[in-house]
């Protein structure tokens, strides 16, 4: 699987923008997919997962109620809704996917196998 994400750009507090990942290769709708975030010498953290069918969501506490995680599997593609931004949000964004991910791991960078090449989300006046 090839995850291509796309979307970021520099937006002011408050704003929103719409982040895509594009998959190729393998089935697309197998398992969970999820966005990550890492900015500068941090860690790479959760932010939001979603399950084959787009039932099943999950979020971090501090995106939780901003952000909004979907899929369509038709189009090969998830997106996340970004919404009422913070600075803190800055970062870099990643996609990624795995068809051994269960809810119980779904926060766990090391339980997906694919990952895409980052878009930079900056949030700044």
């Known amino acids: 699987v090839q995850l291509q994400a796309s979307g970021g750009g520099l937006v002011q507090p408050g704003g929103s923008l719409r982040l895509s990942c594009a998959a190729s290769?393998?089935?697309?709708?197998?398992?969970?997919m999820a966005w990550f975030r890492q900015s500068s010498e941090k860690e790479r953290d959760f932010v939001a997962t979603?399950?084959?069918?787009?039932?099943?969501?999950l979020y971090a506490d501090s995106v939780k109620g901003r952000f909004t995680i979907s899929r369509d599997n038709a189009k090969n593609t998830m997106y996340l809704q970004l919404d009422r931004l913070r600075p803190e949000d800055t970062a870099v964004y990643f996609c990624?996917?795995?068809?051994?991910?269960?809810?119980?791991?779904?926060?766990?960078?090391?339980?997906?196998?694919?990952w895409g090449q980052g878009t930079q989300v900056t949030v700044s006046s």
């Open positions: 979603i399950g084959r069918g787009g039932s099943t969501t």
């Open positions: 290769g393998r089935s697309f709708s197998t398992g969970f």
């Open positions: 990624a996917a795995g068809s051994r991910v269960i809810v119980s791991n779904s926060r766990n960078p090391n339980a997906y196998d694919y």
